[in-house]
Nanobody
Framework: QVRLVESGGGLVQAGGSLRLSCAASGRTLSTYTIGWFRQAPGKEREFVAAVSWSGRTDYVDSVKGRFTISRDNAKNTVYLQMNSLKPEDTAVYYC???????????????WGQGTQVTVSS
């Protein structure tokens, strides 16, 4: 089973940028569709972005044009480049292998520790 570890979170001012990394161990990522989710305090975990094994991407509307998901199969890593960050992007961000039912993305495995992103106003 593939194991994923998130990193790259931190504290940034509104309008700033961060790049999150999702590094895999145990198995290659190249055949998986990988998604990023986030969970803000007191809120449900929500889908953010996904990238398929072929490079096809999908985003939640609130991050379109600001976030970019990508993958480097040679490094067994998926990235989430986050630009023009807003305070409402503050959350713990998680990566996970995903699948989709209709328009709903869901995790295929258990959640990792995540990485905290805090955007100050």
């Amino acid at each position: 089973q593939v194991r994923l570890v998130e990193s790259g979170g931190g504290l940034v001012q509104a309008g700033g940028s961060l790049r999150l990394s999702c590094a895999a161990s145990g198995r290659t990522l190249s055949t998986y569709t990988i998604g990023w989710f986030r969970q803000a305090p007191g809120k449900e975990r929500e889908f953010v972005a996904a990238v398929s094994w072929s490079g096809r991407t999908d985003y939640v509307d609130s991050v379109k044009g600001r976030f970019t998901i990508s993958r480097d199969n040679a490094k067994n890593t998926v990235y989430l480049q986050m630009n023009s960050l807003k305070p409402e992007d503050t959350a713990v961000y998680y990566c996970t292998p995903v699948d989709r039912s209709g328009s709903t993305w869901y995790s295929k495995t258990f959640w990792g520790q995540g990485t905290q992103v805090t955007v100050s106003s």
